[in-house]
């Protein structure tokens, strides 16, 4: 991997960023061959000399320096950076994708992890506990690490809050044949959550997974999330959504494909 050129970062001044250590984050880029897929990064200084791995700022498509990534197929852009409801840290784009039903897309659908990722790559790899990179055990050790990570789910085309819920049932029913009080209680507030909406073409849905028992929903007409709409205190219907989209048969296998590309690239270098 060489070094490119030096541009703006997302989150300072042109030059240097300065984060609450009192370290100087200096923004650069560099291409990986992900298939064809560009990926830029921001390369940290610290001033006693720490070491700082690579941020990783965007996974997919646009010019260096864009504040978007455009998921190709649906043409949806979604920030490179994200804050959502109920957190109040930053998270990065990892990977990007779209789920069609019968050949028709229905919606696009981004990832998005901790920023931490880039700020200390090594010290993400201990979290998560890694140590051979296998897609399979990669996602799900993201899952159970004391990481925040959330996917965000923009419509194209409309859908009512019941078909919605239906499909995203589905894919819980996978791991969870037979619910208990517990589950049975948070299936009841996740569907309680989209039925009777009208989820119009363009309206965005966040489900962000704060711990692996805890994860928030926000609905919002247009990409500017302002309030959590429910939380989902079951690990295991958190989990069963969770594996419908990064397991081994995932509703969207672009978004994991993607993701994977990326988390790679990131935690073997």
């Given at each position: 991997?060489?070094?490119?050129?030096?541009?703006?970062?997302?989150?300072?001044?042109?030059?240097?960023?300065?984060?609450?250590?009192?370290s100087?984050?200096?923004?650069?880029?560099?291409?990986?061959p992900?298939?064809g897929?560009?990926?830029?990064?921001?390369?940290?200084?610290?001033?006693?000399?720490?070491?700082?791995?690579?941020?990783?700022?965007?996974?997919?498509?646009?010019?260096?320096?864009?504040?978007?990534?455009?998921?190709?197929?649906?043409?949806?852009?979604?920030?490179?950076?994200?804050?959502?409801?109920?957190?109040?840290?930053?998270?990065?784009?990892?990977?990007?994708?779209?789920?069609?039903?019968?050949?028709?897309?229905?919606?696009?659908?981004?990832?998005?992890?901790?920023?931490?990722?880039?700020?200390?790559?090594?010290?993400?790899?201990?979290?998560?506990?890694?140590?051979?990179?296998?897609?399979?055990?990669?996602?799900?050790?993201?899952?159970?690490?004391?990481?925040?990570k959330?996917?965000?789910?923009?419509?194209?085309?409309?859908?009512?809050?019941k078909?919605?819920?239906?499909?995203?049932?589905?894919?819980?029913?996978?791991?969870?044949?037979?619910?208990?009080?517990?589950?049975?209680?948070?299936?009841?507030?996740?569907?309680n959550t989209?039925?009777?909406?009208?989820?119009?073409?363009?309206?965005?849905?966040?489900?962000?997974?704060?711990?692996?028992?805890?994860?928030?929903?926000?609905?919002?007409?247009?990409?500017?999330?302002?309030?959590?709409?429910?939380?989902?205190?079951?690990?295991?219907?958190?989990?069963?959504?969770?594996?419908?989209?990064?397991?081994?048969?995932?509703?969207?296998?672009?978004?994991?494909?993607?993701?994977?590309?990326?988390?790679?690239?990131?935690?073997?270098?």
């Amino acid at each position: 991997m060489s070094l490119a050129s030096v541009v703006p970062s997302t989150r300072a001044s042109p030059a240097f960023a300065r984060d609450p250590a009192g370290s100087r984050r200096r923004a650069c880029t560099r291409h990986l061959p992900l298939g064809g897929v560009q990926v830029r990064f921001a390369c940290g200084f610290a001033r006693r000399g720490a070491r700082r791995l690579p941020v990783a700022l965007a996974a997919g498509g646009g010019a260096v320096g864009d504040a978007f990534v455009t998921e190709g197929s649906t043409n949806v852009k979604f920030p490179r950076e994200l804050i959502v409801p109920g957190y109040t840290g930053s998270l990065v784009i990892i990977g990007t994708g779209y789920r069609d039903k019968f050949f028709v897309k229905v919606y696009a659908a981004a990832f998005y992890v901790d920023y931490s990722l880039g700020i200390d790559t090594e010290q993400w790899k201990e979290k998560i506990g890694i140590e051979s990179f296998d897609p399979n055990s990669v996602f799900d050790s993201i899952f159970k690490a004391p990481v925040v990570k959330s996917l965000s789910i923009i419509l194209v085309r409309d859908v009512d809050g019941k078909t919605f819920v239906n499909a995203l049932n589905d894919v819980i029913a996978r791991q969870i044949k037979t619910p208990n009080a517990e589950e049975e209680s948070s299936l009841s507030t996740f569907q309680n959550t989209f039925l009777g909406r009208n989820l119009k073409q363009g309206t965005s849905i966040y489900l962000t997974w704060l711990e692996p028992s805890r994860m928030l929903i926000s609905i919002s007409e247009n990409q500017d999330p302002s309030q959590v709409d429910a939380e989902i205190k079951s690990a295991t219907v958190n989990y069963a959504l969770y594996d419908g989209f990064f397991g081994n048969s995932p509703v969207s296998p672009s978004l994991r494909s993607s993701s994977t590309q990326l988390l790679e690239a990131l935690l073997t270098k």
